[in-house]
């Protein structure tokens, strides 16, 4: 039957309308949860169903309804029914049912969670959305608070460039009327200079056009002289020619040539010197054209001041000849007067548009600031608002945040109960428990029904199915049970999914052992170790897998974990460090150390210098694994022919700390696969073989006998006997959680091994080691599940 859930808009709601301020405890929405009780984990292998008793039809299923804490406490506290004490299918039945309830107890309080951790992130992003809000509105208002000052310091600028402007207008006036009596003494003066820059400028425009006549002779000179040049070497060749003809024309002309050859000198020197003196009259040339431009400027410059004073003379004459006018006319006083004052009434009308104009300017000055102060009063206000959202707002966000602290608080004491909860139903199902598993026929085993006809069957009552085991022996049938029987179909994940819950114990604080025992080539290893593949991981590896992949998955509830590793096994009752340095596979090396087991008074063991490794993931276990197993001692046997011939001890310590709610948590996995029990007649061992046999039985005995000293309640326990029940002295009594898998082989030559290993597991789960599992039901909850 599927569970009939409320739906979590409806809780979410009343957690918004303000109900989760106002009730503290274990408070929901008045529809109750109505939940089945038979268990969904009966399909993967869990217990098995209850839906049918002997007398045939099927029994009803339970309906559990849970409505707060009040339903939780009554559910801890019922009792068992009286009945007869020899009626164990009865007393079965009730247990059954009590463990349904608590499973049922449990998903209420896992919807529970689910409910407060979807109010937590709904909270979380409204507090974000929140935060984000008010740091723009923050924003905004600085930005329009700096614009709004901005604009005030302008306007003020504005204002005092204007009574600037105001002032230099009036100062430029009275210099004006400085730098005109100024003017006058400038114009006297450039008159002056005027003329005798009109001198010098006649003088040098006269050696100008001397130079350029002196030029011009020099350049009509050297011409002349080149073509004289080229007509004595024409008549230089023409001699050449007719020197053949005539010597005394040659001496002649040598005469001539010698006395032409003197005045080619004297034209050459003539020539050089005109040459010079052309350069010199290029280079004055150029000083003049330079020195002419200057002054061609200088004149400009001149000229232009000049039409300037003579502007301002005619200008001056102008005045002097109406001042002459008026002073002609002084008679005519009423005249002169009314010239004045039409003069006056100008320059007061043009002041007077100058004063117009500027209070013009400065009325609209004073509207922008009324408007800029209007805007900043308006700034004002909306900062006010703006104020008095950010406080409303910060109330808000302080009240969500308080939610959040109480919804918090409320999914820790959840996780706190459910851990509770969780090892009660472990309790319940007893702190000793024993699992059985049939190896499959392999291929060379031959026949499973041996000449002795011996068989295994598992029967399909449903009081039986998944939890009992026939073997037929000589056609005597022997019947056993178990909390758990795997079939030879079984998968390494059928059985890792019935161990989970034990490891999740050792990450909650409690110390967890799970040992593999049996006949030598019954799967132990196989069970523990597994084999290389997806498929064919054992149950150490799984194990360790949950354990990190837990761990990460309570990283964001505040937890932190860190974990040792460490890996021995005990060979004839010594103990030897698979993880040492320098470690090999030879068995008969003599240990170069003495390990001693120590117990602390806090139930901790340790050994002492044991190799400890911190370990952060999966991976670093394996390499770790892969080490330990080339290191452990193997033999040959007539059963097995690599048979394991010591006891392998895993060891996992777990830490745990939150930081948020303070607690801190303990706990320890111990992985052993045992060394393989056979009989020394049909092993066949001889000499170290035969001590290796002698010491595996040894310590399996010893192991025996410890737990039943402590079922039978005995004061004295063996546990020195062996090495191995010293190790696990910790976790064979108080709250520890231990799990034997019974390995057994399908083979009908192994019948009496297989006989004995499942008659030890029916002591064993017979045993009621630590808390009876039948009494936890009728202790007070009140110290350990109490809520808040």
């Known amino acids: 039957m599927a569970s009939s859930l409320p739906p979590r808009t409806s809780y979410l709601k009343?957690?918004?309308?303000?109900?989760?301020?106002?009730?503290?405890g274990l408070k929901v929405a008045p529809r109750r949860n109505v939940l089945s009780a038979i268990n969904n984990g009966e399909a993967n292998g869990g217990t098995p169903s209850a839906s049918a008793d002997g007398g045939g039809g099927g029994e009803a299923a339970t309906v559990v309804e849970f409505s707060g804490r009040e339903d939780v406490e009554r559910l801890l506290a019922e009792k068992m029914k009286g009945k007869n004490k020899t009626d164990y299918k009865g007393r079965v039945e009730q247990m059954s049912d009590y463990i349904k309830k608590l499973r049922a107890c449990i998903r209420w309080y896992m919807e529970l969670e689910d409910g407060y951790l979807a109010e937590q992130e709904k909270l979380q992003g409204a507090m974000d959305a929140e935060n984000i809000r008010h740091s723009e509105l923050e924003a905004q208002l600085s930005t329009a608070i700096e614009e709004l000052k901005a604009a005030n310091l302008d306007l003020t600028r504005r204002c005092e460039f204007l009574e600037e402007s105001l002032n230099r207008e009036k100062s430029e006036k009275l210099i004006a009327v400085e730098s005109y009596e100024k003017e006058k003494q400038?114009?006297?003066?450039?008159?002056?200079?005027?003329?005798?820059?009109?001198?010098?400028?006649?003088?040098?425009?006269?050696?100008?056009?001397?130079?350029?006549?002196?030029?011009k002779m020099v350049q009509d000179t050297n011409k002349r002289l080149q073509e004289y040049n080229s007509s004595l070497q024409q008549y230089n060749s023409n001699l050449q020619a007719d020197a053949s003809k005539s010597g005394e024309t040659i001496s002649k002309l040598q005469k001539e040539k010698s006395a032409m050859m003197e005045t080619m000198a004297t034209l050459r020197e003539c020539n050089n010197s005109m040459s010079n003196q052309l350069e010199s009259s290029r280079a004055s040339q150029q000083e003049a054209i330079r020195v002419k431009e200057e002054l061609r400027k200088e004149v400009e410059c001149l000229r232009a001041e000049l039409k300037q004073v003579r502007d301002d003379r005619d200008h001056s004459v102008a005045q002097v000849n109406n001042l002459s006018i008026?002073?002609?006319?002084?008679?005519?006083?009423?005249?002169?007067?009314?010239?004045?004052?039409?003069?006056?009434?100008?320059?007061?009308?043009?002041?007077?548009?100058?004063?117009?104009?500027?209070?013009?300017?400065?009325?609209?000055?004073?509207?922008?600031?009324?408007?800029?102060?209007?805007?900043?009063?308006?700034?004002?206000?909306?900062?006010i608002e703006a104020m008095t959202g950010y406080e409303e707002q910060k109330e808000k966000i302080k009240y969500l945040e308080e939610r959040l602290s109480h919804a918090e608080s409320q999914i820790v004491e959840g996780d706190e109960l459910r851990k509770k909860l969780h090892n009660t139903i472990l309790e319940l199902k007893g702190n000793i428990r024993v699992f059985c598993r049939v190896r499959p026929l392999l291929r060379f085993d031959g026949d499973s029904n041996g000449p002795e006809g011996a068989s295994i069957s598992f029967p399909t009552s449903v009081e039986s199915a998944g939890r009992a085991i026939d073997l037929m022996n000589q056609g005597q049938k022997l019947s056993f049970s178990y909390d758990k029987v795997f079939d030879h179909n079984a998968s390494q994940e059928d059985v890792f999914v019935e161990i989970s819950q034990l490891v999740q114990s050792a990450l909650d604080g409690y110390k967890v052992c799970i040992f593999a025992y049996g006949q030598t080539g019954s799967g132990k290893t196989y069970t523990m170790m597994g084999r290389p593949g997806v498929n064919q991981k054992g149950l150490i590896p799984r194990s360790l897998e949950q354990i990190f992949k837990t761990s990460q998955s309570l990283e964001s509830q505040g937890w932190e974990y860190s974990m040792q590793a460490s890996m021995l096994e005990i060979y004839n009752e010594t103990i030897r460090d698979l993880l040492a340095p320098g470690r090999s596979n030879n068995f008969d090396m003599t240990p170069s150390k003495q390990y001693t087991i120590k117990h602390d008074s806090h139930g901790n063991t340790t050994v002492s210098d044991l190799t400890i490794i911190d370990v952060f993931g999966i991976a670093d276990v394996?390499?770790?694994?892969?080490?330990?197993?080339?290191?452990?001692?193997?033999?040959?046997?007539?059963?097995?022919?690599?048979?394991?011939?010591?006891?392998?001890?895993?060891?996992?310590?777990?830490?745990?700390?939150?930081?948020?709610?303070?607690?801190?948590?303990?706990?320890?996995?111990?992985?052993?696969?045992?060394a393989g029990s056979e009989r020394l007649a049909k092993s066949g061992s001889t000499g170290d073989r035969l001590k290796e046999t002698q010491s595996i039985n040894k310590s399996l005995s010893a192991l025996s006998d410890v737990i039943f000293a402590i079922a039978k309640g005995d004061d004295h326990v063996p546990f020195r006997n062996s090495k191995l029940t010293y190790l696990l002295q910790p976790c064979l009594g108080g709250d520890s959680k231990t799990l034997m898998f019974v390995n057994i082989s399908p083979e009908a030559s192994s019948v009496g091994e297989t006989i004995c290993s499942l008659r030890f597991a029916s002591r064993v789960n017979a045993c009621e080691i630590g808390i009876p599992r039948r009494q936890t039901q009728a202790r007070s909850f009140d110290s350990r599940l109490s809520y808040g």
């Open 186 to 215: 400038e114009r006297e003066s450039a008159e002056n200079s005027r003329d005798v820059l009109t001198v010098d400028l006649e003088r040098v425009t006269h050696d100008a056009k001397r130079f350029s006549e002196q030029l």
């Open 14 to 24: 009343k957690e918004n309308a303000g109900t989760a301020r106002r009730e503290m």
């Open 622 to 674: 394996t390499h770790l694994l892969e080490k330990a197993s080339q290191s452990r001692s193997v033999g040959k046997t007539q059963m097995n022919e690599q048979s394991s011939r010591s006891h392998f001890v895993f060891t996992l310590k777990i830490s745990g700390s939150n930081e948020t709610t303070g607690q801190q948590v303990q706990g320890v996995l111990n992985l052993i696969d045992l």
């Open 326 to 383: 008026e002073l002609a006319d002084c008679k005519e006083q009423i005249g002169k007067y009314s010239k004045e004052c039409i003069s006056m009434s100008t320059k007061v009308s043009a002041l007077e548009e100058t004063c117009s104009t500027q209070k013009e300017q400065i009325q609209t000055f004073q509207k922008q600031l009324t408007v800029a102060t209007e805007k900043l009063k308006l700034a004002d206000v909306t900062a």
